[in-house]
């Protein structure tokens, strides 16, 4: 199996990926540090992928998204984006409209507390 097909594979079979420098316990960058606390403080079930350990993955998942930053989330096998996108989506609400159009179950308490902080 390519890494190509392993991407694939990956994000279309799990509801939420993120692809990032570490894990989600223990996130080795700040962006990747940003979008693993919104998603855990939002308690979003989702499958880490430590991009540090396979430098096949780590190159494998820019071209697979065209996208050249890490991290990168996906969301029922469609890529969302980044720290800074993901930043907004929170801040804005879309990304509560997306895990809701998806069906991701996540805390509405928690995402509203996150825009509270950043008002």
Do not use: H
């Not at 940003?34 to 992928?49: E, K, Q, S, Y």
């Not at 980044?82 to 989506?89: H, L, N, P, Y």
Request: aromatic share 8%.
């Amino acid at each position: 199996m390519s890494v190509q097909d392993t991407i694939r594979e990956t994000v279309t079979s799990n509801d939420v990926v993120l692809y990032m420098k570490g894990t989600k316990e223990m996130p080795q960058c700040g962006f990747s540090s940003r979008v693993a606390g919104v998603l855990n403080f939002m308690g979003v079930d989702f499958v880490d992928i430590n991009v540090l350990a396979d430098d096949e993955i780590r190159q494998g998942i820019k071209e697979y998204s065209d996208w050249p930053t890490i991290p990168q989330l996906y969301v029922k096998g469609e890529f969302v984006g980044g720290s800074d996108i993901v930043t907004e989506m929170t801040l804005s609400g879309e990304l509560d409209q997306l895990f809701d159009e998806k069906g991701i179950a996540y805390s509405k308490e928690a995402a509203e507390k996150i825009r509270e902080a950043n008002r």
